[in-house]
Nanobody, 123 residues
């Protein structure tokens, strides 16, 4: 499975952004899919994702208000919409997939990763 993120860049605080994760793989719908981010000097953290089982979405506590994850199975794309961007959202954003049935929050349980896309938010 190959994953490639896109849509990152330099944005102003308060703006919105849509990141895309495009997968080249058969059976993409059979994976749980998640977004993570890693800010400078910090560990990579789980934002949210779509479970494999019932395709429900779930988010880390910080991601419940301004982050929305959706998918287009027909195009093998997972999206991350971020609203009202803040300087503290500056990070490299990664998508990842796992064969786990549920949606783990630990990065160690993910099988495939994209290279990441940089998002920089200026104040």
């Amino acid at each position: 499975v190959q994953l490639v993120e896109s849509g990152g860049g330099l944005v102003q605080a308060g703006e919105s952004l849509r990141l895309s994760c495009t997968a080249t793989a058969r059976g993409f719908s059979m994976y749980a899919k998640a977004w993570f981010r890693q800010a400078p000097g910090k560990e990579r953290e789980f934002i949210g994702g779509i479970s494999r089982g019932d395709s429900s979405t779930d988010y880390a506590d910080f991601g419940r208000t301004r982050f929305t994850i959706s998918r287009d199975n027909g195009k093998n794309i997972v999206y991350l919409d971020i609203n009202v961007l803040r300087p503290e959202d500056t990070a490299v954003y990664y998508c990842a997939v796992t064969s786990h049935y549920d949606l783990p929050t630990s990065e160690r349980l993910y099988d495939y990763w994209g290279p990441g896309t940089q998002v920089t938010v200026s104040s």
